[in-house]
Each structure stands twice: as structure tokens, then as C-alpha cells.
């Protein structure tokens, strides 16, 4: 299973929720086995049997998404994600309240940077591994 995201950095960040994005395995190919007795499709004795030999045991990783709340207090805020993350996919950012500004979102590595005018909030939604 995957770990709980720990959330540090300069900004106050809350996380909103997490979720795994599990709507199966996006990295195997283990659907393809299913009629390995016969041509698929078609079917015939045997075919699509429960089997705890085909490699579909386990745990497969699946990205997973988080929905935070940042404020930023300088302008520009860094909120650091760990817990069983390896790397931050993508990263998107509205502003929820303050004064109307130019706003950038970005990351690297684990670091997400949120850049806007002094004491704002943001919605950022984080997709990572």
C-alpha cells in the first residue's frame, strides 16, 4: 500500500485528500494471459480461470494524486512532499483568494514552488509516483 504524503517546506500547506489512481495496473501486461490455452478472443475450456501462477500477484504501483491547500506568506512558497514519493509528475494551481496576480506553479524533483503575490492561497493538485 501506499504511504501516508508527509508535507514540509516554507509554505503552510494542508493536504485536502490523496488518492491512488488505481484503475489497474498501468505498467503490466498481465490482462493479456487470460486465454493462454487457446486463441484469444474465442475462449474454450480453461479460459480466464483464477490462477495464482500468472505473475498478477502483489502489488503493482499506480500514480497517485493530492489535492493541497497552500498559502503563501512571501510570495513565493516551497512545499517539500515525502512518504514513499519518488517523483512528482505534474502539477497544476488556481488561486483561491487574495489579490489577482500574475501566479506560477512548478516543480522539481520533490519540490512544489507556488510564486504569487503576498499572503495568498492556492489549490494545487500534485500527480506523482
Known sequence: ???????????????????????????????????????????GPGTF???????????????????????????????TLAGGISSVLMVMSSQNDGTAAANKVAFSGKVVTVTGATAQKHNVLVMYN
Open 1 to 43: 500500500m501506499a504511504e501516508e504524503l508527509v508535507l514540509s517546506g516554507t509554505a503552510t500547506a494542508t493536504l485536502v485528500g490523496a488518492w491512488e489512481l488505481r484503475a489497474g495496473s498501468h505498467d503490466t501486461t498481465e490482462y493479456l494471459d487470460g486465454a493462454a490455452d487457446v486463441s484469444y478472443p474465442g475462449g
Open 49 to 79: 480461470n483464477a490462477s495464482n501462477t500468472d505473475g498478477a500477484n502483489g502489488y503493482d504501483p499506480a500514480p497517485k494524486m493530492a489535492l493541497l491547500e497552500v498559502t503563501t506568506a512571501s510570495g513565493t512558497a516551497a512545499v
